[in-house]
Structures are given as structure tokens and as C-alpha cells.
């Protein structure tokens, strides 16, 4: 499977419980789409989050992420890391 890095934009002022929620939420149905969420972060200021997953395509990313309720604004697959 690969790796992708989500964004999602204009969530200024997230707090820890709210990004908490929201990878719950994905968590929660990412089995049905085979993927998985493995680590997500946001910087409140920004308004930005981020996600990293391993999934089958970036298809399935957004799929699990609309289900959930948050739409990633953009995916990008991570063919290299150390």
C-alpha cells in the first residue's frame, strides 16, 4: 500500500480536542475503504491540518474522509521517506 499526506484548510483556531475527534472519526470507518490513518497534526493559526495515512489510492483517503465529515482540501502521495 502507499502513503499520502492530506491537507485540510480553513480549520483556524482547532483545538487538541477537535483534531482529536476528527481522526477518531476517520479511525473509526477508514477498515471499510482500507486504509489507515496512522498520525495527524494542525497548527490552529494556520488553519491547517494534516494527516498521514496508508491506503490503496488517494481515492480511498477522500472517501473515508467525506464519510467522516472533512473533505481534505488536497492529497498527496509520499513515494519516499526515511
Known sequence: ??????????MK???AEQLQ?????????EGAEGVHFEHAWADPASGDVFCLS????????QRVHE???HRADEI???PLSV
Do not use: N, Y
Open 1 to 10: 500500500m502507499a502513503k499520502f499526506m492530506d491537507v485540510h484548510h480553513g
Open 76 to 78: 498527496h502521495p509520499v
Open 21 to 29: 475527534a476528527a481522526h477518531q472519526a476517520d479511525l473509526a470507518i
Open 54 to 61: 496508508e491506503a490503496p489510492s488517494a481515492d480511498a483517503v
Open 67 to 69: 464519510r467522516a465529515g
Open 13 to 15: 483556531g482547532v483545538t
